[in-house]
């Protein structure tokens, strides 16, 4: 339960009339926006300075795992600050070394090495770089169909049309098309048909740009932004053989679908692939601190074991993200967080999704695990067609503001992306909050039914 909490719209005008003035937001049209004054959160809820109360189905920006103000977390990130509140990143400190012990215990295969970044871009650029001076190549193949972060060479990798205005440094970035089995690129008719010919087409860009050439293949275990587009079974496994067979080093970037989100502690564990390199930010500590990295394996690891791996940032492994994360990690076990996932995703999400789009035509696909799904909104179920153009904007987008709206109507915070909604609330979702937010899609969707 919320705490109750008075109302206070003026101290929320003082809020918005700042944000106007100083603040430049990311992604938006700094004049056209409106962001909400939020006056507190905690748990699954986030609440205004006008008296609404939000359950938060996009956990931040898929980040808040363990929900948002978690007492434990919050006393570990005091404590800490008041015995040492920061220290540089060439020493050894004590709840740095505690963290990536944690992590590390908890990443597949021999992913033993932990660098610290502070976000999910900064852990994709070390990834990248670390691929290039092990391999000594200098190109990264990545999926047209993803996001991998805002910093250059993340940037260039992802596939999302926020790559465009950006593009220009793309040296050595190759895109190819991941398997998609309900919008598929290689019009296949089932999810081996697309397996199969997705490995092909990799084998095939791999071979015009040339094998000894290519120094990673990057990709999201479960591309999140882009549409929770579950792979194929075979299909990462697949990818790894490549791999393996062209001495490429196969990066997974597990930012979003890391720790805990899909009911397993990392997305790969459900495809029984261990990449070289591993990505991961967010839920590592709920984002209570800004903090991400790399799991590195023994054999890159030890390409830096007597040369210097040229790469570094101050901020690299700061104590209070440590013992956020730290803390995080802790409740996760303690409180069965990813055990909680799993169970959300099987008995009430998945199935509760699955009834939204019997009654719901505007639903052309359910897809997703554990605290992770998309609904993939259609303008006729038949042809697939998306229910907002592709990258649609203004007007264009108008069926999907309008869907938007009212979920926040109903009380439900949602995450909107083209034509889709997806369904990524905090990990340890209660089932009655889950099933409350199931209740206002299923207002929303009816807005969204009038334009199919
Ligand atoms: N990779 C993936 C898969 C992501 O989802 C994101 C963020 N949404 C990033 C990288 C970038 O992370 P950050 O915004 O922390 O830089």
Known sequence: MTPHVEPDPRAGAAVKAADRAHVFHSWSAQGLIDPLAVAGAEGSYFWDYDGNRYLDFTSGLVYTNIGYQHPRVVEAIQEQAGRLATFAPAFAVDVRSEAARLIAERTPGDLDKIFFTNGGAEAVENAVRMARLHTGRAKVLSAYRSYHGATSTAINLTGDPRRWASDTASAGVVHFWAPFPYRSPFYSATEAEECARALQHLEDTIAFEGPGTVAAIVLETIPGTAGIMTPPPGYLAGVREICDRYGIVFVLDEVMAGFGRTGRWFAAE???????LMTFAKGVNSGYVPLG????????????????????????????ACAAAVATIRVME??????????????????GLRALAERHPSVGEVRGLGAFWALDLVRDRETREPLVPYNASGEAAAPMAAFGAACKKNGLWPFINMNRTHAVPACNITEAEAKEG???????????????
């Not at 459900?270 to 070289?276: A, E, K, L, Q």
């Open 270 to 276: 459900h495809y029984d692939v261990v990449p070289d």
């Open 293 to 320: 990295g790399v799991a590195i394996s023994a054999e890159i690891a030890a390409t830096f074991d007597k040369r210097p791996y040229p790469g570094g940032l101050t901020y690299s492994g700061h104590p209070l």
């Open 334 to 351: 303690d409180e069965k967080v990813v055990e909680q996932a799993a169970h959300i995703g099987e008995t009430v999400l998945g199935p």
């Open 438 to 452: 199931l209740a206002a899609l299923d207002e929303a969707l009816s807005v969204a039914d009038e334009h199919t």
